[in-house]
């Protein structure tokens, strides 16, 4: 009887994790991909919609699962690319594109007819507006998704680029101007040689 | 053998003579300006104040141009907590006010106001002096030291009220007086407290008074003895020698940062993110505790800074008594440099200071020194970038306890969490890691390259986090329009298709009541018919 031990006390041991786990997975249940949310949350959120999908949540859950390369987000730029890239345990591609200055969209007011179409068109409710009036565009809240072009009857609207703020300002990378700097000390001493 | 053991205990770091970690001595660059007393410069043609010149939030302008001001006159007011005003350095007309460059290395525009003087300097006269200020509520004082837009002169520029809080939670028993000069060239602090002693110590006097200390120092390095003696002599003179004392330090770069000299007076160390009042201390400037001064005792503003003015293109290196918005251009030719072309101008001192782009920026409050260099020197100085060989020499110098060759690794390699686990924000870019570095590794360089992605990518993250806000909240709005649309549509839906089924209920009932009419007319019809027949058979 006793080599029956083993087998009781595993089967117990069984049962009893196999209720807790049922019990956990009822309990701890998480609404929503978790791994679609991470992304999403990598994502610059422009809505623009040049990875092909209808903004930044969508592409995300594509991402997740396994539908669409990690490099098609072209605002988000190499960083994003490599931080998704590494969340999905894949090997990073290169941005076929080419990465763009930040731009933001401005309304030429006198052109304006008032026609609301591109209030309906921005994705992030930036465009101000009525019917008959001028509308125009929230800089400060414009992702530069270029989505309000297309539907501009009179093309009054440009994507103009975002000037430098002093209090954004960031120092460049080193090396740069001083390896410049070097080049032509260098050409000078030679020529001095010479 | 007892040289030995101080020797290990220098090397390993235990109980250092030195007061603060690391720290470098500079040879023979001392006193390029030392000794000469302060030389007042005259009026220039232009005087211009950016809007902001202070740690913190903008100014805003208060005036108009063609507006006439007068010296002292408050010309920018400040907006939100952290900020103090601008005040006119003399008197004249407002010519403009448009964007203008300022000591910044980027070399971009901010607001600026200029005024045009006319050369009479009339002087505003709406604060009023308060010799005894120890009869002053001490709410008072702190608005006027606020209301004459006082930042520490020290270079960093973070606004002086803000310190001088009396807070129960964290009492202050020390004020340290920052006598240290901050950068191996400048001397303008030195020959401020042989000049003006007594008002640099009443500065500190008022201070005390605010925060309620118990105890001052003053501390002063020991290549400025000349600066230690006349102190000494004026606290005596003061009768201050109980509660004031005079600390002389071994020099030592950069003891001048505000915890570094905390760590070598008090022995504490300020706490990673913390601020000073944390332990107890405050500490100032005595250019800033000198200003204090002349806005308490005398209703002065601050309108004119002492600069250091050296460099190997300056003939005759001076310390100058300026008016804040004098352009560096003139402040040059004042001490006889007259060719731009060939020399490069330094704002702030030769440690930590940054290239201008251009001469036609002005002097602002955090102008401590202007220094301006051959272009030769420079680039004499300048080495490539070598491999780093790990010798530790920038670990070993750093005044924060860091390690910059893993920092400066991790930045180059964008790895910027990374930097941050390794305390990349406590870095007070004193720039002796780079100044030792045997490859030349321009170390401070990258830090501030790392800091500002840090600062932009969290900006970034803030920006996309709001567009997932406002993009969710569209799409719900939309959904819901969407929604209503349908809900709206069925109930339309219902209620025609239930108007119709009542039209029909109608059309059957009228349809019935008149199938039955016609049933009864033709029946009547019918019996009519009938009759007709009968009576017709009748009458055959």
């Known amino acids: 009887m006793e080599f029956l031990y083993p087998v009781f006390i595993f089967a117990i041991l069984a049962l009893v994790i196999g209720v807790g786990l049922a019990l956990a997975s009822r309990y701890f249940h998480v609404e929503g991909d978790p791994l679609s949310d991470k992304i999403d949350a990598l994502l610059p959120q422009t809505q623009c919609g040049q990875c092909g999908y209808p903004g930044c949540r969508p592409y995300a859950n594509a991402v997740a699962a396994d539908e669409v390369s990690v490099n098609h987000c072209v605002p988000g730029g190499e960083r994003t690319m490599l931080a998704i890239a590494d969340i999905m345990g894949v090997e990073p591609k290169a941005i076929e594109e080419e990465e763009t200055v930040p731009v933001v969209a401005y309304i030429r007011e006198d052109e304006c007819i008032g026609c609301t179409l591109c209030i309906k068109a921005c994705p992030v409710d930036c465009i101000i507006g009525a019917p008959k009036q001028y509308h125009t565009i929230v800089a400060d809240h414009c992702t530069g998704c270029t989505l309000c072009l297309e539907p501009c009857p009179v093309d009054c609207i440009d994507m103009v680029e975002t000037p430098e703020l002093l209090e954004h300002w960031a120092w460049p990378v080193p090396g740069t101007k001083r390896a410049i700097k070097a080049e032509t000390r260098k050409a000078s001493h030679e020529d001095a040689d010479v | ?540």
């Open chain 2, 1 to 540: 053998m007892f040289d030995l053991w101080d020797k290990v205990q220098q090397v390993l770091h235990i109980n250092t003579p030195r007061g603060f970690t690391g720290g470098i001595v500079h040879q023979n660059q001392y006193k390029i300006t030392g000794g000469d007393s302060i030389v007042a410069s005259p009026l220039p043609d232009m005087l211009v104040h950016p809007i902001k010149q202070h740690i913190g939030d903008p100014c805003e302008p208060i005036v108009n141009v063609g507006e006439r001001v007068l010296k002292g006159q408050m010309i920018a007011k400040a907006q939100g907590y952290l900020s103090v005003p601008i005040h006119a350095s003399t008197s004249g007309v407002v010519e403009k006010i448009e964007k203008h460059l300022i000591p910044h290395p980027s070399g971009l525009g901010l607001t600026s106001i200029s005024i045009k003087p006319d050369g009479l300097d009339e002087v505003d006269e709406s604060l009023h002096p308060l010799p005894n200020y120890r009869s002053v509520d001490i709410v008072e004082l702190r608005e006027r030291i606020r209301h004459a837009g006082l930042a520490g002169l020290g270079g960093a520029v973070f606004p002086t009220f803000v310190k001088l809080v009396h807070d129960q939670k964290h009492p202050i028993e020390t004020v340290i007086l920052n006598g240290i000069e901050c950068e191996p060239w400048l001397t303008c602090d030195h020959q401020l407290m042989i000049e003006k002693a007594h008002e640099i110590i009443t500065g500190l006097d008022i201070v005390m008074y605010l925060v309620d200390a118990k105890q001052g120092i003053i501390a002063i390095e020991d290549n400025k003895p000349d600066a230690v003696t006349v102190m000494r002599k004026t606290l005596k003179d003061m009768g201050l020698t109980d509660t004031v004392e005079v600390k002389v330090l071994p020099t030592r770069y950069p003891q001048g940062g505000e915890k570094q000299l905390i760590q070598a007076i008090t022995g504490k160390e300020i706490p990673a993110g913390g601020l000073p009042l944390h332990i107890g201390v405050i500490s100032s400037n005595v250019g800033t505790s000198k200003a204090i001064y002349d806005a308490v005792c005398l209703g002065e503003p601050l309108t004119e800074r002492i600069i250091t003015v050296s460099g190997d293109a300056v003939p005759k290196a001076v310390n100058m008594s300026v008016r804040l918005g004098t352009s560096v251009r003139f402040l040059l030719a004042q001490v006889g440099v007259t060719g731009f072309d060939d020399i490069k101008i330094i704002h702030g001192g030769p440690m930590m200071g940054e290239l201008m782009v251009d001469a036609d920026v002005p002097v602002v409050k955090a102008s401590n020194g202007i220094l301006a260099m051959h272009k030769q020197s420079i680039m004499r100085a300048h080495h490539d970038e070598e491999p780093c060989i790990r010798c530790g020499d920038c670990g070993e110098v750093c005044p924060a306890g860091l390690m910059p060759n893993l920092l400066a690794q991790h930045c180059k390699e964008d790895q910027f969490e990374r930097a941050q686990d390794y305390n990349l924000f406590d870095c007070i870019e004193c720039g002796a890691c780079s100044y030792v570095c045997p490859s030349h590794i321009p170390l401070v360089h990258y830090f501030r390259y790392g800091k500002g992605q840090v600062a932009q990518i969290q900006r970034e993250k803030a920006f996309a986090e709001e567009s997932r806000m406002r993009s969710e909240k569209r799409d719900a709005r939309l959904a819901k329009e969407l929604a209503e649309k349908e809900e709206k549509r069925r109930i339309a839906k219902e209620k025609k298709e239930a108007r119709a089924k009542a039209l029909a209920d109608k059309q059957a009932a009228e349809d019935a009541t008149l199938s039955v009419e016609a049933e009864n007319a033709n029946e009547n019809a019918d019996k009519g018919v009938a009759k007709a027949v009968d009576k017709s058979e009748e009458a055959s």
